[in-house]
């Protein structure tokens, strides 16, 4: 069965940095887009970034754009979200995403920007 799972959360301080990775199974990564969201406490889940299956497109929420980095490694079934200069207000869990029909959905990855 599909499987993803989350990992590199934690507590940073302001202007630090964070790489998430997910890590995938049990459908054929390389033929997959695959998408970042997060959720805050109190608000929606939102969408962080999106990678088509290849790697070769990518896109980012303003919010984001400029300082998170997303990328993929189809030899490892995993898509990498990477962090940087990070906000109080990226604090949330963090979700990685499959494509495929509805979507499926890892567990969450928390992520606190703290001083």
């Known amino acids: 069965q599909v499987q993803l799972v989350e990992s590199g959360g934690g507590l940073v301080q302001p202007g630090g940095s964070l790489r998430l990775s997910c890590v995938a199974s049990?459908?054929?990564?390389?033929?997959?887009?695959m998408s970042w969201y997060r959720q805050a406490p109190g608000k929606e889940r939102e969408l962080v970034a999106r990678i088509n299956n290849s790697g070769s497109w990518t896109n980012y929420a303003d919010s984001v754009k400029g300082r998170f980095t997303i990328s993929r490694d189809n030899a490892k079934n995993t898509v990498v979200l990477q962090m940087n200069s990070l906000k109080p207000e990226d604090t949330a869990v963090y979700y990685c995403?499959?494509?495929?029909?509805?979507?499926?959905w890892g567990q969450g990855t928390r992520v606190t920007v703290s001083s």
């Open positions: 995403k499959a494509i495929i029909g509805s979507g499926y």
């Open positions: 049990g459908f054929t990564f390389s033929n997959t887009a």
